[in-house]
T-cell receptor
Framework: EAGVAQSPRYKIIEKRQSVAFWCNPI?????LYWYQQILGQGPKLLIQ????????DSQLPKDRFSAERLKGVDSTLKIQPAKLEDSAVYLC???????????FGEGSRLTVL | AQSVTQLGSHVSVSEGALVLLRCNYS??????LFWYVQYPNQGLQLLLK??????LVKGINGFEAEFKKSETSFHLTKPSAHMSDAAEYFC????????????FGGGTRLMVKP
């Protein structure tokens, strides 16, 4: 079994400000993902980590988004500067061992005003 | 390249009625297909998945889905809806069983009327 804790659950900022989200995968499995879920849409992959390394960040807007995973466990996702269109729920997920199932956290809801 | 289309962003059924949520996919390789459920203010939870073998897949909470290659479909069904089934449902496709490169559909919100 796996579990993913995310914080903060809610964040409201003004455009051009910065924000950071934390992901704590309780089980510490090797593969970790960040997804962006805009209201009314399905989740979209932003970045995938395998241990400390980045496997796929092709859809990450690198001019404003950055992510890191220290020690192969916890991860942070940062947005600087934020734009209105960044308003979304940011979901962190880890992959269960041997199953391919992704275990998602409850998400961090960002509102950019 | 792969994509998922979920027909109907909102579906409303009466309690006890059949639930049918539609999903069509496109994939350049044999697909691995998933259904996830998202309850309000919660993360996504896996309902069921198709990898290889039997095309009728049974999942949790009485849900099942059938992979039809000729129709490129993976519709989700439940014989009798329960109030607790009210949630958002996402169909997803991946080129592998590892959960990588998962592409989600836009979701279908299921409402269950008493």
């Amino acid at each position: 079994e796996a579990g993913v804790a995310q914080s903060p659950r809610y964040k409201i900022i003004e455009k051009r400000q910065s924000v950071a989200f934390w992901c704590n995968p309780i089980s510490g499995h090797a593969t970790l993902y960040w997804y962006q879920q805009i209201l009314g849409q399905g989740p979209k992959l932003l970045i995938q980590f395998q241990n400390n390394g980045v496997v796929d960040d092709s859809q990450l807007p690198k001019d404003r988004f950055s992510a890191e995973r220290l020690k192969g466990v916890d991860s942070t996702l940062k947005i600087q500067p934020a734009k209105l269109e960044d308003s979304a729920v940011y979901l962190c997920a880890e992959r269960g061992l041997g199953t391919g199932e992704l275990f998602f956290g409850e998400g961090s809801r960002l509102t950019v005003l | 390249a792969q994509s998922v289309t979920q027909l109907g962003s909102h579906v409303s059924v009466s309690e006890g009625a059949l639930v049918l949520l539609r999903c069509n996919y496109s994939s350049s390789v044999p697909p691995y297909l998933f259904w996830y459920v998202q309850y309000p203010n919660q993360g996504l939870q896996l309902l069921l998945k198709y990898t290889t073998g039997a095309t009728l897949v049974k999942g949790i909470n009485g849900f099942e889905a059938e992979f039809k290659k000729s129709e490129t479909s993976f519709h989700l069904t439940k014989p009798s809806a329960h109030m607790s089934d009210a949630a958002e449902y996402f169909c997803a496709v991946s080129p592998n069983n590892a959960g990588n490169m998962l592409t989600f559909g836009g979701g279908t919100r299921l409402m269950v009327k008493p």
